[in-house]
């Protein structure tokens, strides 16, 4: 008998099967693999540096999140903004706005629903205002130009109420004229930017005239209005504000401990400064939250010059902040339109510019004539 040694059929086969299981390691594997060969060498050689990067972030996230909307006046002031808002939509404010704006958009011969994410927006927030507008707007008949036209003048007015009332606290305590900045910085460019952009950015826009347009006034009981309002600002709180800004600046304390945060911030207050715009609460309005900006200036508007506070109010009072404009916008607004998502998201990118120019104007000339 032969004294080779051969292999039974039954190994063969379990040979290949297992070949045949293995199977190639993905790329975010590696990395992985490479992040938690990093980890082991720093908890081997440098064992506080994790422990330190945490610290930091944390003491990043916590005086906002904590002091700030839990504990402090802006979390209240947020859900008493609510209640506000959707009491005046209760009793007709919303429909009120839409009777004066839709005219004036058939004056201009532009297709009347434009103006609706717009007013819509002041009481509501930009997501809503997406949802609820994208629909009518297809149903309306209006072009791909019109509905572009739509979401940059949505971009020119708050996205929620609260930013609106935390604002005119600090316009209040900064001795400007409140009257005048409200008519001319928010009621004001909901007519000239749809005018400005039709005619030289957005061309193709008709005349025509909405046969059905919905109402917005809700028709519940006062009580049930409050108490779903008062649930609706603890939800907006607790469940969209908060997180947002404890995820923003999560990613600005990783930021700062890299060294990256603090070069990037000083450059960003500078140039807002250099265009009459508070710096501090402009960089919140563009990074974080204008309502968290708004909160923080009515606590130092009376020290603060009443050209910086209007500028940076006008900035916040706007589709801001950039998670909104290339986040929420175009993926709201491609599913609810005609529009994809880049044609979306360069409309508001155009609203917002004209937004800061507006703030810089209003900063700049009509700040003298009203302090």
């Given at each position: 008998m032969s004294s080779t040694s051969i292999r039974p059929p039954a190994a063969q086969e379990t040979g290949r099967s297992a070949?045949?299981?293995?199977?190639?390691?993905?790329?975010?594997?590696?990395?992985?693999?490479?992040?938690?060969?990093?980890?082991?060498?720093?908890?081997?050689?440098?064992?506080?540096?994790?422990?330190?990067?945490?610290?930091?972030?944390?003491?990043?996230?916590?005086?906002?999140?904590?002091?700030?909307?839990?504990?402090?006046?802006?979390?209240?002031?947020?859900?008493?903004?609510?209640?506000?808002?959707?009491?005046?939509?209760?009793?007709?404010?919303?429909?009120?706005?839409?009777?004066?704006f839709m005219p004036v958009m058939r004056v201009m011969k532009i297709n009347p629903a434009v103006i609706i994410p717009s007013v819509y927006n002041i009481f509501g927030d930009i997501?809503?205002?997406?949802?609820?507008?994208?629909?009518?707007?297809?149903?309306?008949?209006?072009?791909?130009d019109e509905q572009k036209l739509a979401v940059a003048t949505m971009v020119q007015s708050q996205q929620s109420f609260s930013t609106f009332m935390l604002g005119m606290l600090a316009l209040g305590y900064a001795g400007v004229n409140i009257f005048a900045i409200v008519i001319i910085g928010i009621f004001g460019p909901l007519v000239i930017a749809p005018y400005l952009l039709s005619r030289t950015i957005y061309r193709d826009y008709r005349q025509q005239d909405v046969a059905d347009t919905p109402k917005f006034t809700p028709t519940d009981d006062f009580v049930a209005v409050l108490f779903r309002s008062a649930r609706e600002g603890v939800e907006l709180l607790l469940l969209i504000l908060i997180p947002a800004v404890a995820l923003v600046y999560f990613v600005i304390g990783i930021a700062d401990y890299a060294g990256l945060w603090q070069p990037f911030s000083t450059w960003m207050e500078g140039a807002l400064l250099a265009i009459n715009i508070h710096p501090e609460t402009g960089v919140l309005s563009i990074i974080v939250s204008p309502t968290l900006a708004m909160g923080k200036l009515q606590e130092i508007a009376s020290t603060v010059d009443p050209s910086l506070v209007v500028g940076s109010f006008i900035l916040a009072s706007s589709g801001l902040p950039f998670s909104a404009v290339f986040g929420q916008i175009p993926v709201v607004w491609a599913e609810n339109s005609d529009l994809n998502e880049k044609e979306a998201m360069f409309a508001a990118v155009v609203g917002i510019g004209m937004r800061i120019v507006t703030a810089v104007l209003l900063a700049i000339f009509l700040t003298p004539l009203i302090t």
């Open positions: 070949s045949a299981l293995k199977r190639p390691i993905d790329r975010i594997e590696m990395v992985g693999l490479s992040l938690l060969g990093l980890g082991l060498l720093t908890l081997f050689f440098f064992p506080n540096v994790l422990a330190k990067g945490f610290d930091i972030i944390l003491n990043n996230v916590k005086p906002v999140v904590v002091d700030v909307f839990l504990t402090g006046d802006v979390g209240i002031a947020v859900i008493i903004s609510v209640i506000i808002g959707r009491l005046l939509e209760r009793l007709g404010f919303t429909d009120a706005m839409m009777r004066v997501n809503a205002a997406g949802r609820i507008s994208g629909p009518i707007l297809k149903q309306a008949g209006t072009t791909r």
